[in-house]
Every structure is written in structure tokens, then in C-alpha cells.
Nanobody, 123 residues
Framework: QVRLVESGGGLVQAGGSRRLSCAAS????????MGWFRQAPGKEREFVAA????????RYADSVKGRFTISRDNAKNTVYLQMNSLKPEDTAVYYC????????????????WGQGTQVTVSS
């Protein structure tokens, strides 16, 4: 079992930056692919980014490529999502998740989820 707790959400102006954190506890954090997903009101949950267990490989949704950066610190059992050049369409609840599979981008391949943190981007 892995417990995930996100933090760092809030209100930010368009063009601004925000860093989300996800702290993990439980089973060995470093053995999991970690991912970030988001869900806007009335929309399905969508993939944002994923990072391999070592941090050596990453994967991004086209909508955030070049603006968002995923990273992890296995010594701190934490994964981060640095979000730059934020747009109003980035407004959503952001979730971190853990997967036994390598760099998957579909939600049903992630077994463990946090409770989410709200990011609101004002125009």
C-alpha cells in the first residue's frame, strides 16, 4: 500500500508558476513510476506527466510539454510538478498517482492515488 498526499495548489495568475509536491509513504517509493493527472469540472481525468522509478525517463502530455516539468527525490519520497507559463485551461484538480508499470499514461494503470490539490489559473 502507498499513501500519497499532494500539496502546493492554489490560485495563480495566467503566465505564472506553481510547484506541486506529492509526498509518499508506505511501500518502497523508489520502485514506482509516478504520474500526475488532472481533472477539470465536467471533464474526464487526463494524463499530465510521468516519471520512471529512477527519474531518468519522463513523459508529458502534448498540452503541457515545454511548460511543465516532473521530477522526483527518492530520498525524500516526493515527486514534484513544476508548472510554468500557466494558462486558464490548466485549471483543474491535480492528482499524483503511483504505478507498477513503466511510464504509463492511462489512469487505470495507476493503482494508488492522492486526494488531489486544486490549481486555479486566473486570466
Amino acid at each position: 500500500q502507498v499513501r500519497l498526499v499532494e500539496s502546493g495548489g492554489g490560485l495563480v495568475q495566467a503566465g505564472g508558476s506553481r510547484r506541486l509536491s506529492c509526498a509518499a509513504s508506505g511501500r518502497t517509493f523508489s520502485s514506482y513510476t509516478m504520474g500526475w493527472f488532472r481533472q477539470a469540472p465536467g471533464k474526464e481525468r487526463e494524463f499530465v506527466a510521468a516519471i520512471s522509478w529512477s527519474g531518468g525517463r519522463t513523459r508529458y502530455a502534448d498540452s503541457v510539454k515545454g511548460r511543465f516539468t516532473i521530477s522526483r527525490d527518492n530520498a525524500k519520497n516526493t515527486v514534484y510538478l513544476q508548472m510554468n507559463s500557466l494558462k486558464p485551461e490548466d485549471t483543474a484538480v491535480y492528482y499524483c498517482a503511483a504505478s507498477d508499470y513503466v511510464l504509463r499514461y492511462t489512469a487505470n494503470e495507476y493503482a494508488y492515488w492522492g486526494q488531489g490539490t486544486q490549481v486555479t489559473v486566473s486570466s
